[in-house]
């Protein structure tokens, strides 16, 4: 069945067709699917595949490059005619170079031998729909049936917006995106790829904080067999993934000095080698690096390379912060309701005038993804036909004593900005991190959350801020 949807339709669940000779294979790699959260769908030759593709939405497809007599790689370019983004990833027992040089040509995402390591097929198979996901949205835009969701008016969006536009043109310049925490890095970095020559191929992210240091080269380049005590199996990492594509390194100020060496070997060598591995690899990646913090005073301070930083900072773009895109605020508030209003199957409501002066007045320390959570909160637990001021969470309208006293403001029911008066940006995150804590009770796991942060990245900000007592609710265990 040739897919028909467009980029904003879901499924519940993702259909796997598994096409193999081996019965046994089939039954391992479709009871692993099941437990990855994939639908598996059977078949043991071409002719079997082509009838499962015509009785289910298929999304990705494992393929056998033998399938007895049958060629593997006919099935597969018959696939791909069906369905251009197809997601196919070829398996083999008995590989070469010229297989899998024919297979990439043909379309297949991946090549890999048999038994595949399941751990490593699930990396694949989240990659390959992903990169799915993007060649039929931007299809799509090349049709001119829609736009991806990069809303705004204002003067120094759309300067960004105008910089992204030109240097997705050359497919191949570095870009540092910087802009603070729910700004919209990635989604600034998803539109940059989709405009570009690389739109057919992978984007990849990474979020160079959520990941234990001892785990992120690895995840980065890949290792061999035996390259430490939990390397059971080969492994390709995501510049790998990335090849052809973009690799988008979401918080690079984030990342150990010792893999800020080797990212730099990348972007001047465009090869890295695996840990644990001897020969170099060759790539052909679009670094996209992100960061809210300042890297120019994270390098006078010694915490990150100078060289590196000006390897990354080729085109530096800029993403203001929503309190300096006011007028973006309503367009993006009624975007978010139609948004949400559609998933939930009903009429968008009505957002009411003073709510919309007090969302307009509120300094959004969280930016965007703050406003997108109020919204969908809002929707979810208050709002019906109309949302109103009261309906706010109360640090956006000031009406109790608690958002008061969360924001070290005046007596209750005084405005928190009074006209005239403007806060410093650190009194306003120190009031958002306070207000979070109260709420959640000191834990900071659940505060991070309604922050629209990282733990780490909360973390960081209360050292920052010097408000780190050391005790942590969620750490701690019942009292």
């Not at 931007?138 to 001119?144: C, E, F, Q």
């Not at 994270?298 to 085109?315: I, K, S, T, W």
Request: aromatic share 4%.
């Amino acid at each position: 069945m040739v897919r028909g949807d467009t980029p904003t339709q879901t499924q519940a669940a993702r259909t796997l067709l598994i096409v193999d000779d081996e019965k046994s294979l089939r039954f391992s790699i479709g009871e692993w699917a099941r437990d990855a959260g994939f639908r598996p769908v059977e078949a043991a030759s071409g002719r079997e595949a082509l009838e499962r593709m015509a009785e289910h939405d298929v999304d990705a497809v494992v393929l056998d490059l033998k399938l007895g007599d049958e060629d593997g790689l006919q099935l597969l370019a018959r696939l791909r005619e069906a369905d251009p983004s197809l997601p196919v990833i070829m398996l083999t027992g008995h590989g070469t170079v010229e297989h899998a040089v024919k297979a990439t040509r043909l379309g297949a995402y991946d090549f890999m031998l048999k038994p595949p390591d399941l751990e490593h097929l699930q990396i694949v198979l989240t990659r390959a729909l992903e990169h799915a996901r993007l060649r039929r949205e931007v299809d799509h835009l090349r049709g001119g049936a829609g736009a991806m969701s990069m809303l705004g008016e204002s003067a120094g969006f759309r300067r960004a917006i105008q910089q992204l536009d030109k240097v997705a043109k050359s497919g191949a310049a570095t870009v540092l995106i910087q802009g603070e925490t729910g700004s919209g890095k990635e989604l600034m970095a998803r539109y940059l790829h989709a405009r570009s020559p690389r739109a057919a191929a992978a984007f990849v992210d990474l979020n160079c904080s959520a990941i234990p240091e001892q785990l992120l080269e690895s995840q980065l380049f890949g290792h061999e067999k035996g390259a430490f005590t939990d390397a059971k199996h080969f492994r390709k990492g995501l510049f790998d993934l990335a090849d052809q594509g973009t690799l988008f390194l979401d918080e690079i100020g984030e990342m150990a000095p010792q893999l800020q060496s080797k990212l730099l070997r990348v972007l001047e060598t465009r090869s890295f080698r695996r840990v644990g591995g001897h020969a170099d690899v060759s790539v052909d990646v679009r670094i996209v690096a992100a960061t809210h913090r300042d890297l120019k005073q994270q390098v006078a301070d010694g915490r990150f390379r100078e060289d590196l930083y000006f390897r990354l900072n080729v085109v530096p773009i800029a993403m203001p912060p929503l309190r300096e895109r006011r007028e973006d605020i309503a367009l993006l508030a009624g975007h978010f309701i139609a948004r949400f209003a559609a998933e939930m199957g009903r009429t968008p409501a009505r957002l009411d005038p003073v709510a919309l002066r007090a969302m307009n007045e509120y300094p959004w320390p969280g930016n965007v993804r703050e406003l997108k959570n109020v919204i969908e909160r809002v929707l979810l637990l208050e709002a019906e036909d109309e949302i109103r001021a009261e309906h706010l969470p109360a640090e956006l309208t000031g009406l109790t004593p608690a958002a008061g006293a969360a924001r070290g403001a005046a007596p209750s029911g005084a405005a928190p900005f009074p006209p005239g008066v403007v806060r410093p940006l650190v009194e306003i995150e120190q009031m958002a991190i306070t207000h979070a804590l109260e709420v959640c009770s000191g834990n900071k796991t659940r505060a991070a959350q309604m922050l629209g942060i990282s733990r780490q990245t909360l973390r960081t900000k209360l050292k920052e801020l010097r408000m780190d007592d050391g005790a942590d609710a969620d750490e701690a265990g019942p009292a």
